[in-house]
């Protein structure tokens, strides 16, 4: 009987005995295990942007404006705008980000020398920063209060004329031209009020010009627009004339007609006006020679 009790003692000895051994193992296996993790460190990581962004626009001496805006809008895409605009500042010296910072300006450095001509790389690549070229060819190219080309552009949307071509084609050329003068503009208006109002009165003068552009088959349709209240927008005032168009053209009592055909009415209707010119200043000074002398 008391052999059977020192064989248990002893058993249960063995049995925890060889636990603690496992348990010891298992720790140390834990422990190794969790020494191979590395510590976790605060890293710069490089953004890899490999997406397509077909521009397909090389800058040259005159297209800046469209070139700029494509461009702002590539690079502004791949969250890099702060590089243009200074925003996304160097690093100092031995800071860790410096190397990421010097690579993505690279970067941005790239994608506006690559979309220029050979002598436009060649007067630009020198420059050390994406925005110190980004500004250079700013004052290369752009001045926004060159009244010139503001004008130039102000006389193009008075002589762009529908001349037969489709109604699509003549409004989007326009609106074009429109935007090309917003984004030279800058208002000179110092109050909200004022900036609404002027830009109220540009507004309605353009729904003009493009009604005044239309060709003459659409007179009733100027007449009904004018006559409206509230007053249409550029682009109601476009959707309604549009509406009209696609309704003659289905009831066939619209057919448009060549450029070369319109430039010969034009030229009819301008030949006529310089005749009938004449002949008011042939009766003017005819009725003037008759006159009593005294």
């Known amino acids: 009987m008391e052999h059977s009790a020192q064989v248990s003692v002893e058993a249960t000895m063995v049995d925890s005995t060889t636990a603690s051994h496992l348990q010891e193992e298992e720790m140390s296996k834990l422990s190794a295990s969790t020494e191979l993790i ?3 460190t605060q890293q710069i990581i490089v953004h890899q942007d490999n997406s397509a962004f077909p521009i397909g626009i090389v800058l040259d001496e005159t297209n800046y404006s469209l070139w700029s805006q494509l461009k702002e809008m590539s690079i ?18 031995g800071d860790p980000n410096l190397g990421a910072w010097i690579t993505e300006n690279h970067r941005v450095k790239s994608l506006l020398i690559d979309s220029m001509s050979l002598s436009l790389m060649q007067r630009f690549i020198h420059l050390s920063t994406a925005k110190e070229i980004w500004e250079a060819v700013s004052k290369t190219f752009y001045d926004g209060l ?6 130039e552009l102000n006389q193009r949307s008075f002589s762009t004329k529908q001349n037969g071509r489709p109604l699509s084609t003549y409004y989007n050329e326009l609106v074009a031209i429109f935007q090309e003068i917003d984004y030279r503009t800058t208002s000179q208006e110092g109050t909200v009020k004022g900036v609404i109002q002027l830009h109220s009165a540009m507004a309605r003068l353009r729904v003009l010009i493009f009604l005044s552009g239309l060709d003459s088959g659409f007179d009733q349709v100027y007449g009904e627009i004018l006559r409206k209240d509230p007053k249409l927008d550029l682009e109601s005032t476009y959707a309604y004339v549009r509406k009209e168009y696609q309704q003659r053209q289905k009831m066939g ?10 430039m010969l009415a034009n030229q009819t209707r301008q030949r006529s006006s310089s005749r009938s010119s004449a002949n008011r200043n042939n009766q003017s000074s005819g009725k003037a020679n008759n006159l009593p002398t005294f």
């Open 38 to 40: 590395p510590t976790p």
């Open 76 to 93: 502004g895409a791949r969250n890099k705008a702060g590089y243009l605009t200074g925003e996304t500042k160097k690093p100092e010296s």
């Open 146 to 151: 060159d009244e010139t080309c503001i004008f």
């Open 253 to 262: 009592s619209y057919r448009p007609i060549s450029e070369n055909s319109a």
